[in-house]
């Protein structure tokens, strides 16, 4: 599967007319030869940061130093420098390349051995990308000589598509600009990883509901984390939307021309409308049904929508008007239920768009448990007395 880069933003609408249209019912990773010599410079400068891997015992003017200006041929003095030569093979995508070992002609075997089984389990490129690696010795006078032959099981662009990601903000940021574009695929390299797959499932909800005009059906969604454990490791999110991608694109533009017209209607004069004049707006064009929709399309096209759905448009049209709004998700008296948490004058204060107008008003943490709302996550702003 090769991954899409993709990171736009929902598309502007371009048509002219009103209203919702309805639903119409490898290459392998080579990285051919090294493009250049690493200089003995470049080498004084570390590099465990060129291979971005952390090691505890490294000789820096000899870690991957090449033979005979051959970028293919690289020499190893010791077991962690041979591991270092693999590690750099596999980031520069090398499917074969030699390492003249000068150690002990038994260790040879297997320091080469164990070398391989590092970098195919515990490094997180080559546990993410690599299938196998295989090699043959020849003796030669002063030294072993290691012909090396690697399988690769992604291919250059699923390599070429992995991204650097640092901090709870960044996974979330990238995995919303997947969720825009309904990208397929996300793999992310993430440094001082602690967390497990359900720690980015829950990112990967959060950040559905962080694009709301892009919320048109939660993926169904796939891990893989490379390797095991480590302080760096590679993560492979597969998304798996409940409509084709085409599908889900143009019903992303119909919302989008939606939203653009009540944007239009509420600031037309050079008014300032406020978060009560968009909900107002937003139910002349719909209203809520505990069986409709989960999706703010569904709101547009059929006139109605569920809670989430309901919530999800009113925090799109909210975000077109450039007002604060999330969507919150829990339960009221026990069931499930979706609200937003919008800023007001006061704070930040909860707001149910689904409750009859004569119920609806803003609310702080407390007085909305003592409503029967209840719900979980530290995700949402405070809401608390001015």
């Known amino acids: ?225 490379y390797p095991a454990s480590g302080r760096q490791r590679i993560v492979e999110i597969l998304l798996d939307y409940p409509l084709e991608r085409a599908e889900l694109e143009e019903r992303r533009d119909d919302l989008a021309w939606e939203l653009e017209l009540l944007t239009r209607d509420l600031t037309a004069g050079g008014r300032t409308p406020q978060v009560t004049d968009a909900l107002q707006a937003l139910l002349g064009e719909g209203r809520y049904d505990p069986e409709g929709g989960a999706t703010p399309y569904d709101f547009f096209s059929a006139g109605a929508a569920n809670s989430e759905g309901l919530s999800l448009a009113f925090a799109a049209l909210c975000q077109e008007l450039k007002l604060s709004c999330h969507v919150a998700q829990g339960t009221l008296e026990g069931e499930p239920h979706f609200w937003t948490v919008v800023q007001t004058g006061e704070g930040w204060r909860h707001l149910d768009p689904s409750v009859p107008e004569e119920d609806r008003g803003f609310h702080t943490d407390q007085e909305l448990q003592e409503l029967g709302y209840h719900w979980e996550g530290s995700d949402l702003p405070v809401c608390a007395p001015a």
């Open 1 to 225: 599967m090769i991954a899409d880069n993709v990171g736009a933003a929902c598309g502007r609408p371009t048509r002219a007319g009103r209203g919702m249209r309805r639903a119409a019912t490898g290459r392998p990773y080579r990285g051919g030869r090294l493009l250049a010599v690493l200089t003995a410079a470049l080498l004084l400068t570390g590099c465990s940061a060129l291979l971005e891997r952390d090691y505890s015992s490294v000789t820096p003017h000899n870690a991957i130093p090449t033979t005979e200006g051959d970028p293919s041929i690289l020499r190893a003095d010791s077991y962690q420098e041979l591991v270092n030569a693999l590690i750099y093979f596999v980031n520069g995508g090398t499917e074969e390349g030699t390492v003249r070992l000068y150690t002990d002609t038994e260790n040879v075997e297997p320091y080469l051995s164990d070398a391989c089984l590092e970098v195919v389990q515990e490094d997180p490129l080559g546990a993410y990308c690599v299938e196998f690696i295989k090699y043959t010795v020849d003796p030669v006078v002063t030294y072993s000589e290691a012909h090396i032959a690697i399988t690769y099981r992604r291919t250059r662009e699923q390599v070429a598509s992995i991204v650097q990601a640092t901090g709870v903000t960044a996974i979330r940021g990238e995995l919303k600009s997947a969720l825009t574009s309904f990208a397929a695929e996300r793999v992310l390299r993430i440094s001082y990883f602690e967390e497990d797959e359900a720690f980015i499932r829950e990112l990967v909800r959060q950040a559905y509901y962080d694009v709301p005009a892009c919320a048109l059906g939660m993926p169904a969604v796939e891990l893989s984390i």
